[in-house]
């Protein structure tokens, strides 16, 4: 299953947002979610990818797209592929 497909299901699943609705230039303030709720997908898509601390401040999260970029460089980061942005080794 592909990142996008799994981040759809998350908003299906925690958010009852339709899959259909969510396409990859859906903007994240389009879906009727708070500050609050923003942030506990956040941490839901933390948990389904196995990433920790994703550092979101300062990160430009408009769109899903946006989204799944992040998550996959941590994604990649974390399995050693690809450095994540501002770390040193």
């Known amino acids: 299953m592909s990142t996008f497909d799994r981040i759809r299901k ?4 925690k958010h009852d947002i339709k ?3 969510i ?9 009727d979610m708070d500050s609050l709720d923003l942030v506990e997908f956040l941490f839901a898509v933390e ?5 920790k601390d994703i550092p979101y ?3 430009p999260l ?3 797209s946006d989204l ?3 998550v996959d ?8 592929n690809a450095p994540v942005e501002g770390e040193r080794s």
Request: hydrophobic share 40%; net charge negative.
């Open 73 to 80: 460089r941590f994604v990649a980061e974390q399995q050693g």
């Open 19 to 21: 899959q259909d609705r």
């Open 57 to 59: 401040r300062g990160v």
């Open 47 to 51: 948990e389904e990818f196995g990433i």
């Open 62 to 64: 408009d769109t899903v």
């Open 10 to 13: 998350l908003f299906a699943d």
């Open 23 to 31: 396409t990859l230039q859906t903007r994240l303030d389009s879906l």
């Open 68 to 70: 799944i970029a992040l």
